[in-house]
T-cell receptor, first 114, second 115 residues
Framework: DQQVKQNSPSLSVQEGRISILNCDYTNSMFDYFLWYKKYPAEGPTFLISISSIKDKNEDGRFTVFLNKSAKHLSLHIVPSQPGDSAVYFCAATEWGGSQGNLIFGKGTKLSVKP | DTGVSQNPRHKITKRGQNVTFRCDPISEHNRLYWYRQTLGQGPEFLTYFQNEAQLEKSRLLSDRFSAERPKGSFSTLEIQRTEQGDSAMYLC?????????????FGNGTRLTVT
């Protein structure tokens, strides 16, 4: 039973355009969300996070949007660069829950073509 | 910040053998986590430590698995009587505080193949 779903296994985007990666969740107790990026043969690296008290968080080229009513979040990368090609994981944790347990989606592989 | 270090990078073992992995966290981080990632899946939580205390264990951590962090620094993850289903990437991460405050810094993982 996947509580965090990334329904697009892959996404291909032209360099300079916008990349939009989507994530849906089923657990209404989730209130903190994160995006991690993973290159081959490396561990995931933290990208950006958002608390449920916000609906948007921005960090440079990366913006995360949260729609609580739809239980949906998205990561926007503008402009996309070839170095952004990686697998992107959405993760969530719930209020009052584990201090160590992040629930990850299966990931979306982003390819940015020059 | 030298990052989280995991050894070995790869381990091939025969079914039924025991294996042990080591994780050296970022030195000032008092929290250490173990996750497992299988093909096509995201990382799944196994256990975490605050200093030397193991505070939480996932139901994925069967009794064949044991993790230790004896002096609150490095950690080991041992799998006894390995099974083919244990084949996965084992990821270690560390952080200054809990997941809601400090991002997890992951190592590059140990890939286990059980034949």
């Amino acid at each position: 039973d996947q509580q965090v779903k990334q329904n697009s296994p892959s996404l291909s985007v032209q360099e300079g355009r916008i990349s939009i990666l989507n994530c849906d969740y089923t657990n209404s107790m989730f209130d903190y969300f994160l995006w991690y990026k993973k290159y081959p043969a490396e561990g995931p690296t933290f990208l950006i996070s958002i608390s449920s008290i916000k609906d948007k968080n921005e960090d440079g080229r990366f913006t995360v949007f949260l729609n609580k009513s739809a239980k949906h979040l998205s990561l926007h990368i503008v402009p996309s660069q070839p170095g952004d090609s990686a697998v992107y994981f959405c993760a969530a944790t719930e209020w009052g829950g584990s201090q160590g347990n992040l629930i990850f989606g299966k990931g979306t592989k982003l390819s940015v073509k020059p | 910040d030298t990052g989280v270090s995991q050894n070995p990078r790869h381990k091939i073992t025969k079914r039924g053998q025991n294996v042990t992995f080591r994780c050296d966290p970022i030195s000032e981080h008092n929290r250490l986590y173990w996750y497992r990632q299988t093909l096509g899946q995201g990382p799944e939580f196994l256990t975490y430590f605050q200093n030397e205390a193991q505070l939480e264990k996932s139901r994925l951590l069967s009794d064949r698995f044991s993790a230790e962090r004896p002096k609150g620094s490095f950690s080991t993850l041992e799998i006894q009587r390995t099974e083919q289903g244990d084949s996965a990437m084992y990821l270690c991460a560390s952080s200054l505080q809990g997941v809601r405050v400090s991002p997890l810094h992951f190592g590059n993982g140990t890939r286990l193949t059980v034949t």
